[in-house]
């Protein structure tokens, strides 16, 4: 499965930024896609996850309230919106695929820069 993120960039704090996903090379039916973020000098978080069947959303704390996940399977894309975004939120996100929710992520995008400052 190859994924390529797209949407990052700078916002100011408070405001809001859609990052994409698209996903391809493979039947994604089992699959579930993840998002992840890393800022500089700190560990990649976990920031939010869905299965490509749609259901199970799940979150990180940060991301709890004020992102949203979803997946468009007939584009082949699983979007995050973030909301309320705040200078913490600043990182790049990356977007990654597991064969199901019981193994690890194993493919990964490139990462998309979302800067939070004003």
């Known amino acids: 499965v190859q994924l390529v993120e797209s949407g990052g960039g700078l916002v100011q704090p408070g405001g809001s930024l859609r990052v994409s996903c698209a996903a391809s090379?493979?039947?994604?039916?089992?699959?579930?896609i993840g998002w992840f973020r890393q800022a500089p000098g700190k560990e990649r978080e976990f920031v939010a996850s869905?299965?490509?069947?749609?259901?199970?959303?799940a979150y990180g704390d940060s991301a709890k309230g004020r992102f949203t996940i979803s997946r468009d399977s007939a584009a082949n894309t699983v979007t995050l919106q973030m909301n309320s975004l705040k200078p913490e939120d600043t990182g790049v996100y990356y977007c990654?695929?597991?064969?199901?929710?019981?193994?690890?992520?194993?493919?990964w995008g490139q990462g998309t820069q979302v800067t939070v400052s004003s």
């Open positions: 990654a695929a597991r064969r199901s929710v019981a193994s690890s992520y194993d493919s």
């Open positions: 869905i299965r490509w069947s749609g259901g199970n959303a």
């Open positions: 090379g493979g039947n994604l039916e089992h699959y579930a």
